[in-house]
């Protein structure tokens, strides 16, 4: 089993910048690719961005290409989701998850373990 427990959220304001990260334990090695999705209330979960082990292949959705980063350390055990000129509408529960397969993908049956999630709240 792995378990991911993410951190790093808060309340901005529409500009800001806030850095998610999410720790993973367990059977690390088992591990592939990384990912962060998002739900926001009534809303279905939303592919954000993936990585793989390696960190040479990232994926993107387009809402939030140019502006957030995805990034991992693996002696860390650790994913990072750098997010910059946030917007009102990046509010959103943001989760992360692990894959054991190779290719980053934006699809979260993908995903074998999840993180409980964190808050993200942009004011405008």
């Known amino acids: 089993q792995v378990q991911l427990v993410e951190s790093g959220g808060g309340l901005v304001q529409a500009g800001d910048s806030l850095r998610l990260s999410c720790a993973a334990s367990?059977?690390?090695?088992?591990?592939?690719?990384m990912g962060w999705f998002r739900q926001a209330p009534g809303k279905g979960r939303e592919f954000v961005a993936a990585i793989n082990r390696p960190g040479s292949i990232t994926a993107y959705a387009d809402s939030v290409k140019g502006r957030f980063t995805i990034s991992r350390d693996n002696f860390k055990n650790t994913v990072y989701l750098q997010m910059n000129s946030l917007k009102p509408e990046d509010s959103a529960r943001y989760y992360c998850?692990?894959?054991?397969?190779?290719?980053?993908?934006?699809?979260?049956?993908?995903?074998?373990?999840w993180g409980q999630g964190t808050q993200v709240t942009v004011s405008s």
């Open positions: 367990g059977r690390t090695f088992s591990i592939e690719a």
């Open positions: 998850a692990a894959a054991n397969t190779y290719y980053p993908s934006g699809t979260a049956e993908t995903y074998d373990y």
